[in-house]
């Protein structure tokens, strides 16, 4: 005789999904540092699936490339440079260029310059 399976909320299913897809990103970061990027690039697109399936966003300070799936490692696979307000990271797997706004640190620095002078 089956028993019934005991349903979860959406709730508890978002933090086992939180917790599995860290997991997974911090596996697949070790992967790419040890040089192995298919086993990196497999992880990623697990933690992904996992966010989907459960409507969950990827945690935060974790880089793979959107285009190619592999772990982004500063100086291994990616390069990271500075220009015109933005960093822009490009997988040098695929070439894909990913450029986001740094405004805040510089607004800080600015703030920071004014207070020292002033």
């Keep these: 005789m089956k028993t019934a399976r005991k349903r979860i909320s959406q709730r508890e299913a978002r933090m086992i999904a939180q917790e599995r897809m860290e997991r997974l990103l911090r596996l697949a970061e070790e992967e790419g540092r040890a040089g192995n990027l298919e086993r990196g690039r497999r992880y990623v697109t697990l933690a992904r699936r996992i966010g989907m399936r459960t409507n969950t966003r990827m945690p935060r300070g974790f880089l ?6 592999s772990p982004l490692i500063p100086g291994k696979n990616c390069t990271v440079r500075l220009r015109n307000n933005r960093v822009t990271t490009t997988c040098e ?26």
């Design 64 to 69: 793979y490339c959107r285009q190619c799936m």
């Design 93 to 118: 797997e695929c070439g894909h260029v990913h450029r986001h706004p740094y405004l805040m640190e510089k607004r800080g620095e600015h703030e920071q310059q004014e207070q020292r002078s002033g």
